[in-house]
């Protein structure tokens, strides 16, 4: 059943939180732990649903997958090559991420597996990832576009790929040497510009022969090697920075509020918003810096701020891709105009993103101006008038950056259905009221 949420406007906020676990790390941390031979202890692990569902995958191929405590998982690998045929269909909700990645995984094991996800996931094309893994010797049937539901016919001899990618994307990148895995030799992705690395860093971290090198015109390089078995590995999974943006652009537009964020990611491929919001002005400070599991990690300090409009080019696009939604509501609060560039990938996430944005903000009292891939905002200086009722289409991102909104604007913003908020952020809502946010239930 839909759950109606509204956000009032709160005086500032204060505190200190801990945010769920990243949701890009979470799934590469099972899949490879499914593959890997022996045990692995992953801790902190995001148990929102999106990862839920890719746990149920890897159990369902044959991993040993199982919880031991909150966010503390076990799995017992079955080894490169040693998944074996899924009884029953793959359903894997709302996560692109996790079905992307796992079609990858899928395409060079030698039997057939169905997929499906819900009515979000099944919009969304494939094609993009399906094209490049069928050079392995896969083989995917699905409807129009490659869309789900698809039928995943593995590769019993898999050959070994050189792909270059005509846009950069983390999610293609990550299916293709994720198949390289089972395929003999090397396999090797080309990127036009640096995509997120998650997935080079993960196979670092369990010991993967992987190599990333500059192509010496802005892109990279990243080739892995195939066939070889790796073991079990334990590993601490940082904060989603994706997470961490909702309470951190609420505290910037809460005149007095100071909140700190601990044990965030901070990936440079993943953090753009907070170079963008340092840019308009915003008081982020970061502490403690420190590594784990290869990955970059800190405390974020933040303050309210008084924030000015800036123009964003399409190279900072892929380090806050997942961010555009609550930095278009910091946008929209700042003085001047925002302008976004580059946006077309928007477009093709758990709904029209980019639209999304436009409309909801518009029924805000945003004055703004919607390209094709682009975005102007012309901020005034002050929170918009708010008073709106946002329809969120099944998307996480877009319910939680309204409600963030709506603990700036003078009249409240509500969302028809705040259910998709647990793909990604379980206890978002508890978090931010635990802060002096005011987000209730709106019958």
């Known amino acids: 059943m839909p759950r109606p949420l509204l956000a009032r406007s709160a005086a500032g906020l204060c505190g200190e939180v801990r945010v769920p676990g990243d949701k890009s790390i979470s799934h590469r941390a099972l899949m490879l732990a499914a593959l890997a031979v022996g045990e692995s202890r992953i801790d902190g692990l995001l148990e929102g649903e999106d990862v839920l569902r890719t746990a149920a995958a890897m159990r369902a ?3 040993l997958v199982e919880r031991e405590g909150p966010g503390c998982w076990r799995v017992a690998g079955c080894g490169v090559g040693g998944l074996a045929e899924p009884a029953d269909v793959l359903d894997m909700g709302n996560s692109g991420t996790a079905a992307r990645l796992l079609m990858g995984v899928l395409a060079t094991h030698g039997f057939t597996a169905f997929m499906t996800g819900d009515a979000s996931l099944r919009r969304r094309p494939m094609r993009r990832v399906t094209a490049p893994l069928e050079g392995f010797g896969a083989r995917f049937v699905g409807r129009e576009g490659g869309r789900l539901p698809i039928a995943i016919e593995g590769a019993a001899e898999a050959l070994p790929v050189r792909y270059r990618l005509p846009v950069a994307s983390a999610q293609v990148k990550s299916a293709v040497l994720l198949a390289g895995l089972n395929a003999p ?8 510009t640096p995509s997120r690395d998650h997935t080079e860093r993960m196979l670092a971290h369990f010991g993967v022969p992987v190599t990333v ?10 080739s892995v090697q195939g066939e070889v078995e790796f073991a079990g590995r334990d590993l601490v999974v940082p904060g989603d920075v994706s997470s961490a943006a909702f309470p951190l652009v609420a505290a910037i537009l809460g005149p007095g509020s100071e909140v700190r964020i601990r044990n965030v990611g901070l990936n440079p491929l993943r953090a753009g918003l907070i170079e963008i919001l340092r840019g308009m002005g915003a008081e982020i400070g970061v502490e403690g810096e420190r590594t784990a599991a290869g990955e970059p990690v800190a405390d974020l300090v933040v303050r309210g701020s008084r924030l000015h409009g800036v123009a964003v080019p399409p190279d900072r696009v892929p380090s806050t891709i997942d961010e555009f939604p609550v930095l278009a509501v910091a946008a929209a609060c700042a003085d001047g105009d925002t302008r976004m560039e580059g946006l077309a990938e928007l477009r093709v996430k758990e709904s029209d993103r980019l639209s999304a944005i436009a409309r909801g903000l518009a029924a ?3 004055a703004l101006e919607e390209g094709e891939d682009s975005l102007v905002i012309h901020g005034t200086g002050r929170p918009p008038r708010g008073g709106a009722t946002i329809a969120v289409d099944l ?8 409600l963030t909104l709506g603990t700036a604007t003078p009249e409240p913003v509500a969302v028809d259905d705040g259910t998709p908020i647990d793909t990604s952020f379980p206890g978002f809502v508890a978090l931010m009221n635990g802060l002096g946010a005011r987000i209730e239930e709106n019958s």
């Open 61 to 63: 191929l044959g991993a």
């Open 185 to 192: 030799g090397l396999t090797t992705v080309v990127e036009p």
């Open 364 to 366: 805000c009292g945003v």
């Open 395 to 402: 998307d996480h991102r877009i319910a939680m950056a309204f």
């Open 213 to 222: 090198e500059d192509d010496g015109s802005g892109g990279r390089i990243v």
